[in-house]
Nanobody, 112 residues
Framework: QVQLVESGGGLVQAGGSLRLSCAAS????????MRWYRQAPGKQRELVAD???????NYADSVKGRFTISRDNAKNTVYLHMNSLKPEDTAVYYC??????WGQGTQVTVSS
C-alpha cells in the first residue's frame, strides 16, 4: 500500500521541542526526496524543509537553525526535529513524497 503516515505532533510550550516522524510504504524511499510542509489556520500550505536522496537538507528561513530534517532509509522514515518552538509554528504538518503523495497530517500546537 502506497502511503505516508505522520506521527509525533502535540501540544508544547514555547521554547519546547517535538520530533515528527513520517513512515513511508509502497514507494522507492531511498531514491525519493522527501519534504515537510505545514499549514496554519487561514494560511497557505508552506514548505518547511526537504531532504534529498543523499540526505542534503534545505530549510525555510523561518525555521533555519531551529528545525532539522533527517531520514533513516533502513526504516523508510523521515523525521523533523523541532527545537525552540514558537507560537507561530502552530500548524498541521504534512509529509510529502514524489509525486503528489501526502500524509494525513499531524497537529502541532505551541502555546505562549
Amino acid at each position: 500500500q502506497v502511503q505516508l503516515v505522520e506521527s509525533g505532533g502535540g501540544l508544547v510550550q514555547a521554547g519546547g521541542s517535538l520530533r515528527l516522524s513520517c513512515a513511508a510504504s509502497g514507494i522507492a524511499f531511498t531514491r525519493s526526496a522527501m519534504r515537510w510542509y505545514r499549514q496554519a489556520p487561514g494560511k497557505q500550505r508552506e514548505l518547511v524543509a526537504d531532504i534529498n536522496s543523499d540526505s542534503v537538507p534545505n530549510y525555510a528561513d523561518s525555521v533555519k537553525g531551529r528545525f532539522t530534517i533527517s531520514r533513516d532509509n533502513a526504516k523508510n522514515t523521515v523525521y523533523l526535529h523541532m527545537n525552540s518552538l514558537k507560537p507561530e509554528d502552530t500548524a498541521v504538518y504534512y509529509c510529502y513524497a514524489p509525486w503528489n503523495l501526502w500524509g494525513q497530517g499531524t497537529q502541532v500546537t505551541v502555546s505562549s
